[in-house]
């Protein structure tokens, strides 16, 4: 992430602060399984780390997901990229980006970052192949100077996975 | 494109369409008969003229105007909502989802209502129930609210106003998806009504939602479009199963309603697709840039090199300087490489292949490029050709008719002719236009139908020239008259007949370009004999006999024919043997 879509990024409304302190203490008392909470005084940026579920392909291995939120959250879906190295996964670009719905066109503020987590984690444990998506070279060209998914047309063809 | 000019002219056109392909003899939809009779139209045209009279003024399709689409709206969705006695915002639901076709509608909630209402969120019973709690957790921001400041639709998923007020205004803001908004709750597909919207949303958010429902019933229902003129907010709703696709919106903006490119019979939609996509592509471009020029090796702009020496020098600020055969910098160029004005590297480099490649693509590109330009020049000058018929007939109706009715002491309804042959010039354009496009996309191995196609189009340009010629040239002599001219119901009767043997000719020739030329198949060698004759004598027939008939023209292959025709002498109109004037132009025989 570029400091620039950083610095551009409005704080938090008053309505998703309150909902966030909310967020956060519901975390601490009964986090997602399988997620750790990164604590920071920064309450627009999560940093969660994940664990693949045992008996799937990413058993054993730690990842961390960025979860930026938007000024109108929850209103807004918030951004959630897997920092570097994003596992591999057909729908996780190199450069984290994740191709799931209810991130983009289906997010509803009735959803949570908990409940988030969660899809993640079942779509990464419903992967039989690790690999990249086909058009990662491209995409990911696409998206230099530091871009936003939340700016991509996604196109969510595969529900399989 | 044209809209402006033909803005000021909404009432002619109008009109010249209304009666356009309508004229006694030939019905412009009647195409079932079209491909026995095309050329030889004549022997049924007193026949069958009854039954087109009948016909002539079947509109295919209805101009509806934003009060018309609100009061059909509006129709539909109390119609449904009597009918199926649900509420009325529930009907809006059902119908959008139905792309607003009542019997749809009507089907499939009488054949299964549970799964309609599955389907389009209009749950019969609320999924959750709390009837005795005080106080409520707003399933989006967490807190507790009183009763009364929660709302929920019908599944009961509470949420507070100001969450639910949030929730609406966002989807708003996202675009037209606002009409099939659903509760919250990620598990619910309870259905959020325009009642809801109303209640909770600001004016100017219920106002943009009302215009996404105006727009979703003409865009989402099969049989509406919007017309396709920029700036038009005028819709058209088109009958199913009619022939013709040819709409003429009340703006004045004519266009066909299968593809919504401007209209452009005699040529089928894909084809204009394919050619309009051409025009606007770079690809002509890029070809052109191909075939006359090379980038400067440098900067990589590309430089066209008009004539003169191969020493090139790129424009600033790159002032690269460069060799135009071998793209090498001009400083190798020197006797080591055999003198400025032989560059031996060239030679040596074709020698050994390394320029084939782009060379030929060169070549390629520049013989393709130059066959379409043969036809786009003349498909774009047909183009502004029209642009200044418009124009004209606009002068001639504000200013001229009035003069030259005061010139020869005529009533103006006396000079209708006049607008009339200007309207069907303005047509020809169009239709001349388009054979262009036709005749870019015709096979090259069909010679047969490209030389008749050719044929055709020569004396289509040929007959409307003359009477362009005709109205622009011929006329204006009688608006200098000092007194009325004695000459001037001649000039009547000639631009008259010019008029109507023109239209005659062109319903003709779209009707035979629209049946792909089938009769140069169907008539085996007799057509094609008569259309490579006619083809080879082309050139001389114009000089001569020009703007003859289709219809005479085929005689001259089908022998027998001759003793039942004969040919008018103003205008050379093939009239059947037992009329005793012409059909055309009511010359005597």
Not at chain 1, 148 to 156: D, I, M, Q
Not at chain 2, 377 to 395: C, I, M, P, V, Y
Request: with cysteine; glycine share 6%.
């Amino acid at each position: 992430m570029t400091s620039s879509s950083a610095t551009s990024r409005k704080a938090l409304s008053k309505i998703a602060s309150n909902r966030l302190q909310k967020e956060l203490v519901e975390w601490q008392v009964n986090p997602p399984v399988g997620f750790k909470h990164k604590v920071t005084d920064n309450l627009q940026r999560w940093v969660i780390e994940v664990n693949g579920a045992p008996g799937t392909l990413y058993a054993n291995e730690t990842y961390q997901l960025q979860v930026d939120f938007p000024e109108h959250y929850p209103m807004e879906a918030p951004q959630v990229i897997f920092l570097p190295p994003a596992p591999l996964h057909p729908h996780i670009y190199s450069n984290g980006h994740i191709c799931l719905d209810i991130l983009y066109d289906s997010w509803s503020p009735a959803m949570t970052v908990s409940s988030v987590c969660i899809s993640i984690l079942s779509m990464l444990s419903s992967s039989t192949v690790k690999q990249r998506p086909e058009d990662n070279d491209r995409y990911v060209k696409n998206c230099r100077n530091g871009r936003s998914p939340k700016e991509t047309r996604w196109w969510f063809h595969d529900d399989k996975v | 494109m044209d809209s402006d000019d033909d803005m000021h002219d909404a009432n002619d056109v109008e009109s010249m369409d209304e009666d356009f392909y309508s004229g006694e003899a030939d019905d412009y939809y009647n195409s079932d008969n079209a491909d026995v009779d095309d050329y030889e139209f004549v022997e049924d045209a007193d026949a069958d003229s009854d039954v087109f009279t009948a016909r002539r003024h079947q509109q295919n399709y209805i101009i509806l105007k934003e009060e018309d689409i609100r009061q059909r709206q509006e129709n539909d969705i109390t119609g449904v909502a009597g009918v199926l006695s649900i509420p009325r915002d529930a009907a809006i639901t059902l119908l959008r989802h139905y792309n607003w076709s009542v019997s749809k509608v009507h089907d499939a909630w009488f054949s299964d209502e549970d799964r309609v209402r599955k389907a389009v969120g209009l749950l019969a019973k609320p999924v959750v129930e709390h009837p005795n709690l005080r106080e409520f957790t707003c399933g989006i921001c967490f807190e507790s609210h009183q009763r009364d400041k929660i709302m929920s639709v019908a599944c009961g998923h509470p949420f507070c106003i100001t969450c639910w007020a949030g929730y609406i205004s966002t989807s708003i803001i996202d675009g037209p998806g606002c009409l099939t908004l659903r509760c919250p709750d990620p598990s619910c597909g309870a259905a959020v009504g325009q009642d809801m919207i109303n209640l909770l949303a600001r004016k100017e958010e219920k106002a943009k939602y009302s215009q996404y429902l105006l727009r979703s019933y003409i865009e989402d229902n099969r049989k509406t479009k919007w017309c396709p003129a920029p700036g038009c907010e005028y819709a058209v709703e088109f009958a199913a199963g009619s022939e013709g696709y040819d709409v003429s919106c009340l703006c004045s903006f004519n266009f066909c309603w299968n593809c919504t490119e401007e209209a452009h019979r005699p040529v089928d939609c894909g084809t204009v697709g394919r050619w309009i996509m051409k025009n606007s592509a770079e690809s002509e471009n890029m070809n052109w840039i191909l075939a006359n020029s090379k980038p400067c090796p440098k900067c990589k702009r590309p430089i066209e090199k008009n004539q003169g020496c191969m020493h090139m020098t790129c424009t600033p600020p790159c002032k690269f300087e460069f060799c135009w055969l071998c793209l090498g910098a001009w400083t190798d160029h020197g006797e080591r490489t055999g003198g400025f004005y032989a560059c031996n590297r060239y030679e040596a480099a074709k020698q050994e292949g390394a320029y084939d490649e782009a060379e030929r693509r060169r070549e390629m590109a520049k013989n393709s490029l130059e066959r379409y330009t043969h036809y786009y020049e003349r498909w774009a000058s047909n183009q502004s050709s029209r642009q200044k018929a418009l124009a004209d007939l606009h002068q001639m109706q504000t200013v001229h008719l009035d003069i030259l009715s005061d010139a020869q002491c005529q009533p103006e309804s006396q000079l209708k002719f006049i607008i009339e042959a200007w309207q069907q010039i303005v047509e020809c354009r169009r239709v001349l236009k388009w054979t262009y496009a036709y005749g870019y996309y015709l096979a090259e191995y069909e010679h047969a139908k490209k030389q008749f196609f050719e044929y055709l189009q020569g004396e289509a340009e040929s007959g409307l020239e003359r009477l362009h010629q005709c109205a622009e040239k011929e006329l204006h002599q009688f608006l200098d008259d000092e007194s009325p001219s004695s000459n001037f119901n001649d000039f009547r009767t000639k631009l008259a007949g010019l008029t109507s043997v023109t239209r005659n000719y062109f319903e003709n020739l779209v009707r035979a370009l629209e049946n792909g030329l089938s009769d140069v198949e169907s008539h085996g060698g007799c057509s094609r004999a008569a259309s490579s004759k006619n083809g080879g004598s082309s050139k001389a027939s114009r000089g001569g006999g020009r703007g003859k008939g289709i219809a005479s023209t085929r005689a001259g292959c089908s022998r027998t024919d001759d003793a039942s025709h004969w040919s008018c002498d103003q205008c050379t109109y093939a009239n059947a043997r037992s009329a005793t004037t012409c059909k055309m132009c009511q010359h005597r025989r």
